[in-house]
């Protein structure tokens, strides 16, 4: 279980959540017959769209659309993109005050190339990779009851400071999760071993856990993480997701709901899960029910392409979570 306190230590704040995240747009190209042809060949395509992207932009989002009081703090480029990330953001009820501006940097920016059952990733990290600890706003930590890092292999910058930035939030009372997504330099450490003690819920997929344990299965991979400090939330995709208490002890495990959309796409699947997991522990849920409901989350995102569109309602998620 979450340490002791967890989490009503510090219940009267006026933000559940305050999330330092990248934050960038994702250009989606999609094609049902999509190749990438070089040599100056033009290609045409059956759809683009500029969307909210950025692991934890979009986890905000769906956070917020739970109805959890959401900041989000990050940094972007003096730029159209970065305009475009505030502006979206805002609107989905998500604080944008701790999103800076830097001029000397451009706003980071992912393209993806998707075709049915498939997609390529390219991004570019620009500003993603120049946020810091120093540059989150301490108004904000103070205020939130809980401290999410997102895509922590992308926030290059972000990396010297967390332990001290994430020690600092838990000895003031907050609790704190970190949601690593994938490794593109796939060594799988970056100082994140070092975190695991000061942080609460570690929030991996299957791959990326047994990435990060150096073991082939999902289930000893969450053991051999939960024992070093967090509670370990990992998701499986559709076969939904297994969690290890802090400090070790029973595998809990939970089923999306039965067939409740035809899943359009997956993106941003995981971020509607960690938004999930943390609203229903943030309003005392046990852990069996908290995962179950975060794995509705999940899968109810994927009822439309892009990362928030579909982003569920307390209601909708409430409405087919499965019974533990
Ligand atoms: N194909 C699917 N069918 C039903 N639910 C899914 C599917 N893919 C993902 N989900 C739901 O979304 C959650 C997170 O998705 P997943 O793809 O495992 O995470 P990530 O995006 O981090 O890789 C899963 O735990 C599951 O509940
Ligand atoms: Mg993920």
Same mark, same amino acid.
């Given at each position: 279980?979450?340490?002791?306190?967890?989490?009503?230590?510090?219940?009267? !704040?006026?933000?559940?959540?305050?999330?330092?995240?990248?934050?960038?747009?994702?250009?989606?190209?999609?094609?049902?017959?999509?190749?990438?042809?070089?040599?100056?060949?033009?290609?045409?395509?059956?759809?683009?769209?500029?969307? &909210?992207?950025?692991?934890?932009? &979009?986890? $905000?989002?769906?956070?917020?659309?739970?109805?959890?009081?959401?900041?989000?703090?990050?940094?972007?480029?003096?730029?159209?993109?970065?305009?475009?990330?505030? !502006?979206?953001?805002?609107?989905?009820?998500?604080?944008?005050?701790?999103? @800076?501006?830097?001029?000397?940097? !451009?706003? @980071?920016?992912?393209?993806?190339?998707?075709?049915?059952?498939?997609?390529? &990733?390219?991004?570019?990290? @620009?500003?993603?990779?120049?946020?810091?600890?120093?540059?989150?706003?301490?108004?904000?930590?103070?205020?939130?009851?809980?401290?999410?890092?997102?895509?922590?292999?992308?926030?290059?910058?972000?990396?010297?400071?967390?332990?001290?930035?994430?020690?600092?939030?838990?000895?003031?009372?907050? =609790?704190?999760?970190?949601?690593?997504?994938?490794?593109?330099?796939?060594?799988?450490?970056?100082?994140?071993?070092?975190?695991? @003690?000061? &942080?609460?819920?570690?929030?991996?997929?299957?791959?990326?856990?047994?990435?990060?344990?150096?073991?082939?299965?999902?289930?000893?991979?969450?053991?051999?993480?939960? $024992?070093?400090?967090?509670?370990?939330?990992?998701?499986?995709?559709?076969?939904? $997701?297994?969690?290890?208490?802090?400090?070790?002890?029973?595998?809990?495990?939970? =089923?999306?709901?039965?067939?409740?959309?035809?899943?359009?796409?997956?993106?941003?699947?995981?971020?509607?899960?960690?938004?999930?997991?943390?609203?229903?522990?943030?309003?005392?849920?046990?852990?069996?029910?908290?995962?179950?409901?975060?794995?509705?989350?999940?899968?109810?995102?994927? !009822?439309?392409?892009?990362?928030?569109?579909?982003?569920?309602?307390?209601?909708?998620?409430?409405?087919?979570?499965?019974?533990?």
């Amino acid at each position: 279980m979450p340490r002791p306190g967890w989490p009503s230590l510090v219940a009267d !704040r006026d933000l559940d959540l305050l999330v330092l995240a990248d934050v960038n747009p994702d250009l989606v190209v999609s094609d049902t017959a999509m190749e990438v042809a070089f040599g100056q060949t033009e290609t045409l395509v059956d759809d683009a769209e500029l969307t &909210i992207g950025g692991s934890g932009a &979009i986890m $905000a989002c769906g956070a917020a659309r739970l109805g959890l009081r959401t900041a989000l703090a990050g940094l972007v480029g003096a730029d159209q993109f970065g305009e475009f990330m505030v !502006r979206a953001v805002s609107e989905r009820g998500v604080d944008v005050t701790g999103v @800076g501006v830097d001029p000397g940097v !451009r706003t @980071g920016l992912t393209v993806v190339l998707a075709r049915p059952q498939d997609r390529a &990733i390219l991004t570019f990290p @620009g500003a993603i990779a120049a946020m810091t600890a120093e540059r989150v706003d301490a108004g904000l930590l103070a205020r939130a009851r809980h401290v999410h890092v997102a895509s922590f292999f992308l926030q290059d910058g972000l990396v010297s400071g967390l332990a001290q930035l994430l020690a600092s939030a838990r000895a003031a009372g907050a =609790t704190t999760s970190v949601d690593p997504n994938w490794d593109p330099a796939q060594r799988w450490d970056g100082g994140l071993h070092d975190l695991l @003690g000061d &942080i609460d819920i570690l929030l991996p997929n299957g791959a990326e856990a047994c990435a990060l344990a150096g073991v082939a299965d999902a289930e000893a991979a969450a053991a051999k993480l939960a $024992a070093d400090g967090p509670l370990v939330a990992v998701k499986l995709g559709a076969c939904g $997701a297994v969690a290890v208490p802090a400090g070790g002890g029973a595998l809990v495990r939970a =089923t999306p709901p039965e067939r409740v959309v035809d899943p359009v796409d997956a993106v941003g699947a995981g971020d509607a899960f960690d938004g999930g997991l943390l609203c229903a522990l943030l309003n005392g849920q046990p852990l069996a029910e908290a995962l179950a409901f975060a794995c509705a989350c999940g899968t109810l995102s994927m !009822r439309a392409a892009g990362g928030t569109a579909a982003q569920p309602t307390l209601a909708e998620a409430r409405a087919v979570t499965r019974r533990p």
